[in-house]
């Protein structure tokens, strides 16, 4: 069976942790599981950030224009 788990981050925040415990329980139990998250934290291979090109290049840059971009409806 493959399973995607899919989360803001793998290791930031108390819901994200039990997440990552998740999906650490199911590799043990041998499932093919994987995570998608908006923002990795650690080091896990199984677990896939999301982003694009500008993510890659400069991360902290791209948090914040996204933020600022993600507001603008609500102003």
């Known amino acids: 069976m493959r399973i995607l788990i899919v989360s803001y981050s793998d290791l ?5 942790r039990g997440a990552f415990r998740l999906h650490e329980c199911l590799l043990g139990a041998g ?7 908006q923002h990795k934290v650690g ?12 993510e890659r290049l400069a991360p902290r840059q ?3 224009l ?3 971009l993600e507001t603008l409806p609500v102003r």
């Open 66 to 68: 996204r933020t600022r």
């Open 62 to 64: 791209a948090r914040r």
């Open 12 to 16: 930031a925040g108390g819901a994200a």
């Open 31 to 37: 499932l093919d599981s994987r995570m998608l998250v």
């Open 43 to 54: 080091s896990d291979d199984r677990v896939i950030e999301r982003g694009g090109l500008l």
